[in-house]
């Protein structure tokens, strides 16, 4: 492979996306990202990710921004349905939001300035950084001179085309590219969704506030998991009325269910594959939910989807490249492109900063390619396989069964 590419492109410009940008700037190289959103990727989902070793890892080498990212619970505790803790774990976990870290990626990446941190001074060794909206790649191919060739459409469908030395896909789990190499690669329905929600802390109940704050906090029912943390609020915000307590409750569906259909359809009749956007969901269904919440969880965590004013669901798949590099290693997937974990495992932004920093080891030359992709796919094989068995037990079997929660060590 070209040694040291000159002009890197990377398809996605999410968190694993940014990631791997930054990495290619510090070490000089020229980089541009093509996103096919029309701006910047604020979905106001505001919600949670758990800040894994492998991301703290990342944040201390390459982050550097006079802001502070995480909230640390400092127990780990399972509720019965009755609302009592049944199990106490001293394990602290550091949470953070996703659009605190893609903003604070975006000011490193490419100096965007937004209320959430300050843009950090620039290092005249770095390379230059793009961050292009509106690129949606479409076709990849290899130029008889080696080099790759990225077909894209911007937004009013015309059509596109760059060169580049090395192309990192870092598209999601329904990955674009990885579809074009490797299309019997599918993405496979797990059996159930994750209803999701934030409340803010200072409008929580003293009660609610007693339980969630400082605490991770799980409960396990028939067929049923719902796991609260606190998390950043609005610009990254970490002061106490303004931070959020985070929920995603895992509930079964038959997809081929009337039920499955209607949950997906939003209130302009378009159906949803992966994700059902906030403020897109039926009133009546989320009225029910509710009623649902009371029936089947303790009264803290009913209470807590109660009182959120807007969910949103995201389903559960699993999804695994068989490899990670093409093109004698000018190409190479990132992230949940190379795996789609279930979400027990918080193992999805970890995975981002772990191939991230996989990928920066082997540019400097303290590994070789092969030890590389060989480590980016057993971190994904290996997590891949504890969230299957996580979200197995705790969804399909019986409640003795239900995995402890503080197996989740990644
Ligand atoms: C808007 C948004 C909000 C999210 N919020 C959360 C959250 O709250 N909690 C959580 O745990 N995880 C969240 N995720 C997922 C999380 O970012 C990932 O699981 C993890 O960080 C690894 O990300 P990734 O960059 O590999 O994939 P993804 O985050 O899925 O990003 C893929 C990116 O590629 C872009 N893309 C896809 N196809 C193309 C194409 N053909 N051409 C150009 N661009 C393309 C997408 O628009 C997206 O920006 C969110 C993702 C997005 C995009
Ligand atoms: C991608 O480009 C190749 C080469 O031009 C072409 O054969 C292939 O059909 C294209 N694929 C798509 C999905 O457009
Ligand atoms: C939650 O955390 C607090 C400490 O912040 C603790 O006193 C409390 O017992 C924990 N659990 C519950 C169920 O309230
Ligand atoms: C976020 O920042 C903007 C701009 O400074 C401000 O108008 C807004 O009130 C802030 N929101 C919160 C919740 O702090
Ligand atoms: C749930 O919220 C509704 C209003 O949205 C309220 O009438 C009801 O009392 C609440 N139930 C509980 C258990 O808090
Ligand atoms: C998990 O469940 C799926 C679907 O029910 C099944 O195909 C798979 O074998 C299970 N895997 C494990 C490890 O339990």
Same mark, same amino acid.
């Given at each position: ?135 949606? #790649?479409? $076709?990849? *191919? ?6 790759? /060739? ?6 009013? @469908? =015309? +059509? !596109? ?51 969630? #704050?400082? $605490?991770? *906090? ?6 049923? /998991? ?6 950043? @609020? =609005? +610009? !990254? ?174």
């Amino acid at each position: 492979m070209a040694a040291q590419p000159e002009n890197v492109i990377i398809v996605g410009g999410s968190l694993a996306g940014l990631f791997c940008g930054l990495v290619f700037k510090h070490l000089g190289h020229n980089v541009r990202i093509f996103e096919r959103s029309p701006s910047a990727l604020l979905q106001s989902q505001g919600a949670g990710i758990v800040f894994g070793p492998p991301a703290q890892e990342y944040f201390a080498k390459h982050v550097n921004v006079n802001h502070p990212l995480s909230i640390t619970s400092y127990m780990r505790q399972t509720l019965d349905r009755s609302g009592h803790p049944i199990n106490q774990d001293r394990r602290q976990q550091k949470m953070v939001s996703w659009d605190l870290l893609y903003f604070v990626m975006r000011a490193c990446f490419d100096g965007l300035e937004t209320t959430y941190c300050e843009v950090p001074p620039k290092n005249p060794r770095d390379g230059n950084a793009k961050y292009l909206y509106s690129r949606k #790649v479409t $076709n990849l *191919t290899e130029k008889s001179d080696g080099l790759l /060739q990225v077909e894209f459409e911007d937004q009013d @469908g =015309k +059509n !596109g085309v760059e060169v580049a030395d090395m192309v990192l896909a870092a598209d999601g789990p329904g990955s674009t590219i990885r579809e074009l190499l490797l299309p019997e690669v599918k993405r496979k329905y797990a059996g159930y969704v994750a209803w999701r929600g934030t409340l803010l802390e200072s409008e929580a109940t003293q009660e609610l506030k007693d339980t969630f #704050v400082n $605490n991770f *906090t799980f409960f396990h029912g028939p067929g049923t /998991q719902i796991v609260a943390y606190l998390i950043p @609020g =609005k +610009n !990254g915000s970490l002061d106490q009325d303004s931070r959020l307590i985070n929920w995603v409750w895992y509930c079964n569906y038959d997809q081929n269910s009337q039920e499955y259909k209607d949950l997906m359809t939003d209130i302009d009749g378009h159906f949803h594959h992966f994700t059902l956007p906030i403020g897109k969901m039926k009133p009546n269904l989320w009225v029910q939910q509710k009623k649902h919440a009371i029936n089947v969880l303790p009264p803290q965590f009913a209470k807590l989807v109660n009182d959120t004013e807007q969910a949103f669901v995201q389903v559960i798949t699993d999804v695994m490249s068989p490899k990670v590099s093409f093109f004698d290693d000018r190409l190479h997937l990132i992230g949940d492109a190379i795996a789609g974990f279930r979400p027990h495992t918080v193992a999805s932004t970890s995975q981002a900063a772990y191939d991230s920093l996989l990928l920066e080891r082997m540019m400097k030359g303290e590994m070789t390619e092969k030890q590389m992709q060989g480590e980016m796919m057993r971190y994904a094989r290996q997590v891949a396989e504890i969230g299957v068995q996580m979200g197995n037990r705790s969804q399909f079997e019986s409640l003795k069964a239900a995995i402890q929660p503080n197996t989740m060590a990644l």
